[in-house]
């Protein structure tokens, strides 16, 4: 069985600053991991996955993640966070193949300030 | 293209009262989840159909949670009788077998009182 871990449940950051959060997963085979975003009142969009190619993975809006197998990480950045990158952020693992079921973290939510 | 549709978007009920959700996944996608997002928690997993065979649906609560995908495309998520703790986002998605990664509806959020 999968599962992730999101520790912390909020970060909050000043516009401009670093965006870091963090992401951590447990399978027992080599996993698909994403990571979704959902803003208030709308569904999950997907920012970036990771299929086993390139373990740095660029997604839209700025956001990458790296995958560390070594870690059994895969946390997700930003360089530089803007007013409207404030929402709610969930790491997702999976089986291989397009249509394994994800598995969620419980989401941090990421507060942006001016 | 057209994303993954839902309706309503908001549904308010009362206990022991039922309520059903619509889903229209996204056009040729075969594969359809229904989600259950309750606050603070990521979505969790209700059933995933492909075509119109149910694949998985161990953590449906399958004394009161139905669902059914006629003809291998739309989907309807029923609850009957409907509990408090039934208060949740009802998140529908849809895959194809070529593209990794699932699209989501908007959701419905259902308030049991």
């Known amino acids: 069985a999968q599962s992730v871990t999101q520790l912390g449940s909020h970060v909050s950051v000043s516009e401009g600053a670093l965006v870091l959060l963090r992401c951590n997963y447990s399978?027992?085979?080599?996993?698909?991991l994403f990571w979704y975003v959902q803003y208030p009142n709308q569904g999950l969009q997907l920012l970036l996955k990771?299929?086993?190619?390139?373990?740095l993975v660029k997604g839209i809006n700025g956001f990458e993640a790296e995958f560390k197998k070594s870690e059994t990480s895969f946390h997700l950045t930003k360089p530089s966070a803007h007013m409207s990158d404030a929402a709610e952020y969930f790491c997702?693992?999976?089986?291989?193949?397009?249509?394994?079921?994800?598995?969620f973290g419980k989401g941090i939510t990421l507060s942006v300030r001016p | 293209e057209a994303g993954v549709a839902q309706s309503p978007r908001y549904k308010i009920i009362e206990k022991r009262q039922s309520v059903a959700f619509w889903c229209n996944p996204i056009?040729?996608?075969?594969?359809l989840y229904w989600y259950q997002q309750i606050l603070g928690q990521g979505p969790k997993l209700l059933i995933q159909?492909?075509?119109?065979?149910?694949?998985?649906d161990s953590q449906l609560p399958k004394d009161r949670f139905s669902a059914e995908r006629l003809k291998g495309v739309d989907s309807t998520l029923k609850i009957q009788p409907a509990k408090l703790e039934d208060s949740a986002v009802y998140l529908c998605?849809?895959?194809?077998?070529?593209?990794?990664?699932?699209?989501f509806g908007p959701g419905t959020r259902l308030t049991v009182l």
């Open positions: 399978s027992s085979v080599p996993p698909y």
């Open positions: 159909f492909q075509n119109n065979g149910v694949v998985d």
């Open positions: 056009s040729g996608h075969a594969t």
């Open positions: 997702a693992v999976s089986l291989t193949g397009a249509n394994s079921k994800l598995t």
């Open positions: 990771y299929t086993s190619a390139a373990t």
């Open positions: 998605a849809s895959s194809s077998g070529t593209l990794i990664g699932k699209f």
